[in-house]
Structures are given as structure tokens and as C-alpha cells.
């Protein structure tokens, strides 16, 4: 059963960058097959795709976000990350980490969640 | 404002059925069979209820069901129960750009 965990902090000053990382147990992210991506949901309102990343590095990003955004992965320790630079408080959010299979566009795991507060 | 437009609340009683539209643009919903629903009970993860318009993931009640017509998708809720009370999201492909769309989300009250 694949197990995903966001973990980084919960507040974050204006203009500074919003770190996270998932991490993924369970299965194997350089076994391929999955794109490893990260979903946002503002407080009240509904879900955001950001993007996704395959093993190999390849990035696919949220034309709405691409300019702030890095997606990263770390084979080594089966963890991805997200980057978002510039953060405002519109960026406050729960941010999900979720498994989309290769060529199918649906998410079928999803982490638990993590709340990010953008303030000063 | 969400690329997919959902009505922002639906109801119904236990027993009865509820249909839980998602309406794109041929960009997204209508040009391709890559809609899935997903549901989200308060403080949860959302989970994959349907993915391909119309398939369900082993583990979901054949009470939930989905379509597709020209621009809009469609869930279908038979047979309510009280958990099924919950938030209800769609999302499509969206082509090679913008990629993956969501929609707003559903609130769905059971009476």
C-alpha cells in the first residue's frame, strides 16, 4: 500500500519560499510508471493542481504558477519536493502531495495534507 | 474562479439519487475521456471515487457513477447514505499545457 507524507513548515514569512517535501513509502519512485504532484487547496475553497514530476526529473508545471514553482525528487530518498518562491498570502493553503499514473490523469494516492500560513 | 464549473450544492434524502455536474470546454472535459471525481470529507485527503468519465477504483460502491456528454460530466449518486455527505471534485486533462483543471467542488447534504 503506497504511503504518502508531507512534511515542512507550517508558516512562512511573505516573500520568502514555501518549502515541502513528500515522502513516499510503499513503492518505489525510480521504479517509474507515476508522476509525483503536488495539489493545493486555499482555506474554503477548492483544489489547485501545481504540478508533477516523473522519476527521471521531468517537470510538468501549473501555467498559472510555472514562474514561482520547482518540483524536485530525490530518488536516493524516495522523497519529491515543491518550491514556491515569492509566497504571498495567497498562497496559504493545504497542500497535498498525490501519485497520478503515467498516461492516466487521476490521482489514486494522496498524502494527508499539510497547512502552509503565509504571514508575517 | 475554477477552469470547471460545479454547482457549489446539492442534496437529497438517504434512498434517493443525486447528479453532481462538472461543465468544461472542449479543451478539457469534452475533448478527452480523462475525467475523474473525487470525494473529500472535512479535514480529509480527497479520494478517487471515478477516473476514465466513468470507471470506479476496486473498494467503490457501485452506487457511484459517472458520465459524460459533450462539455459536461456528470456523478451520479444512488441510493444515499449519510456518508456520503461530503465535498465532491472533478477534474479533467486538460491537454498538453495547462495539463490537469479542477472544479470548485460540490457540497452534497444528505437530509
Known amino acids: 500500500q503506497v504511503q504518502l507524507q508531507e512534511s515542512g513548515p507550517g508558516l512562512v514569512k511573505p516573500s520568502q519560499t514555501l518549502s515541502l517535501t513528500c515522502t513516499v513509502s510503499?513503492?518505489?519512485?525510480?521504479?517509474?510508471?507515476?508522476?509525483w504532484s503536488w495539489i493545493r487547496q486555499h482555506p474554503g475553497k477548492g483544489l489547485e493542481w501545481i504540478g508533477y514530476?516523473?522519476?527521471?526529473?521531468?517537470?510538468y508545471y501549473n501555467p498559472s504558477l510555472k514562474s514561482r514553482v520547482t518540483i524536485s525528487v530525490d530518488t536516493s530518498k524516495n522523497q519529491f519536493s515543491l518550491k514556491l518562491s515569492s509566497v504571498t498570502a495567497a498562497d496559504t493553503a493545504v497542500y497535498y502531495c498525490?501519485?497520478?499514473?503515467?498516461?492516466?490523469?487521476?490521482?489514486?494516492?494522496w498524502g494527508q495534507g499539510t497547512l502552509v500560513t503565509v504571514s508575517s | 474562479q475554477s477552469a470547471l464549473t460545479q454547482p457549489r450544492s446539492v442534496s437529497g434524502s438517504p434512498g434517493q439519487s443525486v447528479t453532481i455536474s462538472c461543465t468544461g470546454t472542449?479543451?478539457?472535459?469534452?475533448?478527452?475521456?480523462?475525467v475523474s471525481w473525487y470525494q473529500q470529507h472535512p479535514g480529509k485527503a480527497p479520494k478517487l471515487m471515478i477516473y476514465d468519465v466513468s470507471k470506479r477504483p476496486s473498494g467503490v460502491p457501485d452506487r457511484f457513477s459517472g458520465s459524460k456528454s459533450g462539455n459536461t460530466a456528470s456523478l451520479t449518486i444512488s441510493g444515499l447514505q449519510a456518508e456520503d455527505e461530503a465535498d465532491y471534485y472533478c477534474c479533467s486533462y486538460a491537454g498538453s499545457y495547462t495539463l490537469e483543471v479542477f472544479g470548485g467542488g460540490t457540497k452534497l447534504t444528505v437530509l
Open positions: 510503499g513503492g518505489s519512485i525510480s521504479s517509474g510508471g507515476y508522476y
Open positions: 472542449s479543451s478539457d472535459v469534452g475533448g478527452y475521456n480523462y
Open positions: 498525490a501519485r497520478e499514473s503515467y498516461g492516466l490523469y487521476y490521482f489514486d494516492y
Open positions: 514530476i516523473y522519476y527521471s526529473g521531468s517537470t
